[in-house]
């Protein structure tokens, strides 16, 4: 990998003696570390009957000793485990230090889908987390894969900081992976450096001071805000921090490391800071801080009613069969959406009417399905789900190459004591999807714009080994 000239020089400048050291991991293999849903009952990773090396900052991250096939391993498809870059995985010590009670919280560049997933865990239960993408295609990215992480508690939005930050005081919580100069992803995307230059970094580290103000006003008063980049330099990292602390009265927050993680502090002003260094810490180059939004009075928001015309309009009753989909249809409320039920629980019904008149809402909850004259037909979400009953369908597993056809909605041929209706289809007791077995043949419900697309398979397909 050629780096660039000025890079060279100013991450030099960064670490002295310890730059060569830096240069040489730039050459050295990526290492892949995903995330288990442990909510989905995913045991530990395992090689050769092994146990895998876990991630020393995140309870459920483990590296594994070479890349597996992700786009043909089913377990991948069916939200068993997330696909992520190790060092993002210490945002779970910034939230178990400074998060322990329910939240609103906000991940406000969140696709495709890395920390919010991440969040979806580790918050404390009874928490709501909207997760928000500007770009559009990226948002439906995102909503895909917050639907197979299979949390209820969620919204995905499609917004801009400034639209979100009209919501005065709502959220005690915001995550901010702002865009950034890209110089951390540098070993495992190499043509990046080839769009890396010193006016790009300060265009980034701009852009990166206008979207904290954009949103500010939505942090509530003594609120959280953690704030991080995948690059080194100081103009998008510790100047940025300073920015906020100097102009929005912000505090920073340290967080509890262990020594033995090598994770580098502030490299100017005194803030706490953590940056991690590919040379030092067994992941990407990324860069993380905690900061207090000062103390004051909340403002309790209020939005007027734009929807006056569903007013006096009859809501479709729930189908007898959907009330049964769920295992707990109590802590839920029904929401519909034209043909199409969603199920909200607690944490989202009590701000859903609020941020559906001022943001844009791909979805919330859990999308039960559609309704079609007398059938109701369930959603792929619905699978995929922690709050499946699993029980109110009959079950068939699929072996690899069957799974494979079936997440390629390709057609299936099922058992013939298969019952005839809606049929969950699994891979290792892990649910994928639904069909629709008809006696002599089955519909295959899989979403077309979930389809794995290529009909290329590697002649040595390597998957998700569980620990025995």
């Known amino acids: 990998m050629a780096l660039p000239i000025d890079f060279i020089t100013r991450t030099r400048a960064l670490l002295g003696n310890e730059f060569d050291s830096f240069e040489a991991a730039l050459q050295a293999d990526v290492p892949v570390s995903i995330r288990i849903n442990e909510k989905k009952g995913t045991p530990a990773p395992s090689t050769a009957g092994a146990p895998c090396e876990r991630v020393a900052w995140c309870e459920t991250g483990y590296y594994l000793p070479e890349r597996l096939s992700f786009t043909f391993d089913p377990l991948f498809h069916a939200g068993a485990y997330y696909v992520q870059e190790a060092s993002s995985m210490f945002l779970e010590q910034a ?14 560049c969140a696709a495709p889908g890395g920390k919010s997933t991440h969040l979806a865990a580790c918050l404390p239960e009874g928490s709501l987390l909207v997760s928000n993408e500007v770009i559009r295609s990226r948002s439906h990215i995102l909503a895909e894969n917050i639907a197979k992480w299979g949390n209820p508690n969620c919204i995905v939005t499609n917004n801009d ?88 009265g912000a505090e920073t927050l340290p967080i509890p490391i262990k020594d033995e993680w ?43 009613n734009k929807n006056k015309k569903e007013k006096g309009k009859t809501v479709p009753a729930v189908p007898e069969a959907a009330r049964a989909y769920l295992s707990d249809t109590t802590s839920f409320t029904p929401e519909w959406s034209g043909s199409t039920l969603w199920m909200l629980p607690e944490p989202v019904r009590d701000v859903y009417p609020l941020l559906r008149e001022h943001l844009r809402i791909l ?30 369908f009959p079950t068939v597993d699929l072996d690899w190459e069957e799974a494979i056809r079936y997440l390629k909605k390709e057609a299936l041929l099922l058992p013939d004591s298969t019952e005839k209706g809606y049929v969950l289809i699994c891979h290792k007791g892990f649910p994928l999807g639904f069909a629709k077995h008809l006696g002599n043949r089955a519909n295959n419900l899989y979403p077309q714009e979930w389809r794995i697309r290529t009909g290329y398979v590697p002649e040595k397909v390597k998957t998700f080994e569980m620990k025995v």
């Open 95 to 108: 939230i178990r230090s400074h998060v322990k009670t329910p939240v609103r919280c906000l991940d406000l």
């Open 161 to 248: 900081p400034k639209e979100i930050g009209c919501l005065t005081h709502f959220f005690d919580v915001i995550v901010a992976d702002v865009p950034c100069s890209g110089e951390g992803m540098f070993r495992k995307d190499t043509d990046s450096t080839g769009e890396w230059s010193v006016a790009n970094v300060e265009l980034c580290a701009g852009r990166g001071r206008r979207i904290i103000h954009d949103v500010w006003n939505a942090l509530k008063p003594g609120g959280l805000l953690i704030y991080s980049t995948c690059t080194y330099n100081m103009e998008e990292d510790e100047e940025n921090i300073h920015y906020i602390t100097e102009e929005l």
């Open 262 to 304: 090598q994770i580098t502090g502030p490299l100017k002003y005194n803030h706490p800071v953590y940056r991690f260094f590919p040379h030092k810490t067994k992941g990407e180059g990324f860069f993380l801080a905690a900061l207090r939004k000062a103390d004051g009075e909340t403002e309790e928001i209020r939005f007027k």
């Open 363 to 392: 979805s919330a909850g859990i999308c039960m399905g559609e309704a079609k004259g007398k059938d109701f037909i369930p959603a792929e979400e619905l699978a995929l789900s922690t709050a499946l009953r699993r029980e109110a």
